[in-house]
C-alpha cells in the first residue's frame, strides 16, 4: 500500500490565519491527490481533487498544490467554520486502494 | 439530488454477523465506483474497499482482505459492507462514498464527492 504522511498532526490557529497542511506520499503518485474536510460527527467533504483542482461549491480561500511525493494544503484565511480535521488521499493504487494520511486537525488558539 | 443513504446504528455482541447497506439515489448507481471507509472512535479514516455495482467487481484494501465482505445489487441501488463473526475491535463508524471521475488534461482523477451520513456500529459483549 502506498503510506500517505501528514503534517502537523495538529495546529492551533485563529481566525484570519494562512494555514498550510502538508502531505507526503511513499511513492510518487503524479496529482493523484484529495483533500476532504472532517467536522465533529460529519461525514467527509471533499475539498480538492487532482491535487489542485477545487471541488465545486468549495470556497476558493482552499486551495492546493503539489505533484508527484510533496503537495500543500492552503487555506488563505483562516475562517470560524473551517475549524475541523483535513485529511490527504491518494487515489493513484492501480489496485484501488486509496489510502488517507492521518489527518489533520485544527484548533482555535 | 444525488445522495448515498446508509442502515441505522447496530449494537452487536462479539461473533454475530451483520451487514450494513448504502443506497444511492439521484445518478446513476451502476455507472460509479463505491468505496468503504472505517473511522475508529477518535481516529482517524480507513480505506476498506471499493466495488462497482455495474459488475460487482470487488477491491479490497490489505488490511481488510478476508476480514469484510462488500457486495451490491444493483438492481435496488444499494452496496453492502458485512461481517460474518464481529470482534470488539470492529466498533467503529463506517461511511460509504460515491468516486467521481474528473476528466482533466492527460489523466483521468478520482475524488470520493458524495459520501453517506455513516453507520454506527457498537460490538460489546
Known amino acids: 500500500d502506498i503510506q500517505m504522511t501528514q503534517s502537523p498532526s495538529s495546529l492551533s490557529t485563529s481566525v484570519g490565519d494562512r494555514v498550510i497542511i502538508t502531505c507526503r506520499a511513499s511513492?510518487?503518485?503524479?496529482?493523484?491527490l484529495n483533500w476532504y474536510q472532517q467536522k465533529p460527527g460529519k461525514a467527509p467533504k471533499l475539498l480538492i481533487y487532482?491535487?489542485?483542482s477545487l471541488q465545486s461549491g468549495v470556497p476558493s480561500r482552499f486551495s492546493g498544490s503539489g505533484s508527484g511525493t510533496d503537495f500543500t494544503l492552503t487555506i488563505s484565511s483562516l475562517q470560524p467554520e473551517d475549524f475541523a480535521t483535513y485529511y490527504c488521499?491518494?487515489?493513484?493504487?492501480?489496485?484501488?486502494?486509496?489510502?488517507f494520511g492521518q489527518g489533520t486537525k485544527l484548533e482555535i488558539k | 439530488e444525488v445522495q448515498l443513504v446508509q442502515s441505522g446504528a447496530e449494537v452487536k455482541k462479539p461473533g454475530e454477523s451483520l451487514k450494513i447497506s448504502c443506497k444511492g439515489s439521484?445518478?446513476?448507481?451502476?455507472?460509479?465506483?463505491i468505496g468503504w471507509v472505517r473511522q475508529m472512535p477518535g481516529k482517524g479514516l480507513e480505506w476498506m474497499g471499493i466495488?462497482?455495482?455495474?459488475?460487482?467487481?470487488?477491491r479490497y484494501s490489505p488490511s481488510f482482505q478476508g476480514q469484510v465482505t462488500i457486495s451490491a445489487d444493483k438492481s435496488i441501488s444499494t452496496a453492502y459492507l458485512q461481517w460474518s463473526s464481529l470482534k470488539a475491535s470492529d466498533t467503529a463508524m463506517y461511511y460509504c462514498?460515491?468516486?467521481?471521475?474528473?476528466?482533466?488534461?492527460?489523466?483521468?482523477?478520482?475524488?470520493?464527492?458524495?459520501w453517506g451520513q455513516g453507520t454506527a456500529v457498537t460490538v460489546s459483549s
Open positions: 439521484g445518478y446513476r448507481f451502476t455507472n460509479f465506483w
Open positions: 466495488i462497482y455495482p455495474g459488475d460487482s467487481d470487488t
Open positions: 511513492q510518487s503518485i503524479n496529482k493523484f
Open positions: 488521499q491518494q487515489s493513484y493504487s492501480s489496485s484501488y486502494s486509496y489510502t
Open positions: 462514498a460515491r468516486r467521481s471521475v474528473y476528466d482533466l488534461p492527460l489523466y483521468n482523477y478520482y475524488g470520493m464527492d458524495v
Open positions: 487532482a491535487a489542485s
